[in-house]
T-cell receptor, first 111, second 113 residues
Framework: QKEVEQDPGPLSVPEGAIVSLNCTYS??????FMWYRQYSRKGPELLMY????GNKEDGRFTAQVDKSSKYISLFIRDSQPSDSATYLC???????????FGTGTRLQVFP | KAGVTQTPRYLIKTRGQQVTLSCSPI?????VSWYQQTPGQGLQFLFE???????NKGNFPGRFSGRQFSNSRSEMNVSTLELGDSALYLC????????????FGPGTRLTVL
């Protein structure tokens, strides 16, 4: 079993929809949680960074961490075709520890 | 500010050969991490270098090695290539630690025939 599990999708939604992307993990020591977005033929770019539990909002994006359930989510409001990409969750135990990535969820937002 | 650059962008090799990939981090960044990305396994951590020292290591065989120079530029070497080494190899740099915001390069697409 992988340390971090993520549904590969693809997830196809109409423009304007609310998108929910999720990851589960098995290592209860993870403290740092991130979401990356990767466009085709590009490297990943950091979207959200959260320490420990709770919510964090940035524009149309909201990240949630539920450490008791070992479950993290990324919500995208008012989704746009430009949001079409692969979304990767990542987490680490400490700030100097290696990042463990999920396999990514491919999102397609159609007009 | 220039981003992370990786060379070459594409590479084709045959089994048994060795390959060296190069990464130039963002100016001022001292931490450089390498990842392998494949459709089945996703992004897997190879190693991280900080101030010319390997600080973190993933679970890859010894055929995968790396180094970092005094100017923070990093190279990754894979010896005795296998078909399964075909992947996108990504380099990421961050200011001081792997937990800082990592900026990824575009990657080197390696194909092993």
């Amino acid at each position: 079993q992988k340390e971090v599990e993520q549904d590969p999708g693809p997830l196809s939604v109409p423009e304007g929809a609310i998108v929910s992307l999720n990851c589960t993990y098995s290592n209860s020591a993870f403290q740092y949680f991130m979401w990356y977005r990767q466009y085709s033929r590009k490297g990943p770019e950091l979207l959200m960074y959260t320490y420990s539990s709770g919510n964090k909002e940035d524009g149309r994006f909201t990240a949630q961490v539920d450490k008791s359930s070992k479950y993290i989510s990324l919500f995208i409001r008012d989704s746009q075709p430009s949001d079409s990409a692969t979304y990767l969750c990542a987490m680490s135990v400490g700030v100097t520890d290696k990042l463990i990535f999920g396999t990514g969820t491919r999102l397609q937002v159609f007009p | 500010k220039a981003g992370v650059t990786q060379t070459p962008r594409y590479l084709i090799k045959t089994r048994g050969q060795q390959v060296t990939l190069s990464c130039s981090p963002i100016s001022g960044h001292r931490s450089v991490s390498w990842y392998q990305q494949t459709p089945g396994q996703g992004l897997q951590f190879l190693f991280e270098y900080f101030s010319e020292t390997q600080r973190n290591k993933g679970n890859f065989p010894g055929r995968f090695s790396g180094r970092q120079f005094s100017n923070s530029r990093s190279e990754m070497n894979v010896s005795t290539l296998e078909l399964g080494d075909s992947a996108l190899y990504l380099c990421a740099s961050s200011r001081d630690s792997i937990g800082d915001t990592q900026y990824f390069g575009p990657g080197t697409r390696l194909t092993v025939l």
